[in-house]
């Protein structure tokens, strides 16, 4: 399979936001998620490793499950992500 097909990207962003919502929540031990900002391009790099995603599939990825984009304090925008996060033990 190519590594730029879209099948394959969208498997991809599925596993990647397993533990990340478009909107606030808690995991199952009743911990909130936290609240990220993401550029498309940060997504992308961190997938780069498992697949090229084009930045459009990014997009229209987001678009499709209703996340928001924030307009930053320095102007930038960015996607709106609660994720969830792990104490360290």
């Keep these: 399979m190519p590594k ?4 394959q990207a969208k498997c991809m962003l599925d ?8 909107l606030p929540k808690t995991d ?3 911990q909130p998620y936290q609240k990220r ?3 498309t391009e940060e997504i ?3 997938l780069a490793t498992m ?3 084009d930045f459009s599939e990014i997009v229209d990825y987001m678009r499709e499950r209703d996340y928001a984009v ?8 960015a996607w709106a992500i609660w994720e969830r996060v792990q104490g360290i033990l």
């Design 4 to 7: 730029n097909d879209s099948s």
């Design 51 to 53: 697949v090229a995603i």
């Design 15 to 22: 596993a990647y936001f397993v533990f990340r919502s478009n």
């Design 70 to 77: 924030a307009t930053l304090p320095d102007g930038s925008i």
């Design 44 to 46: 992308a790099s961190e």
């Design 37 to 39: 900002f993401k550029t």
């Design 28 to 30: 199952a031990n009743g």
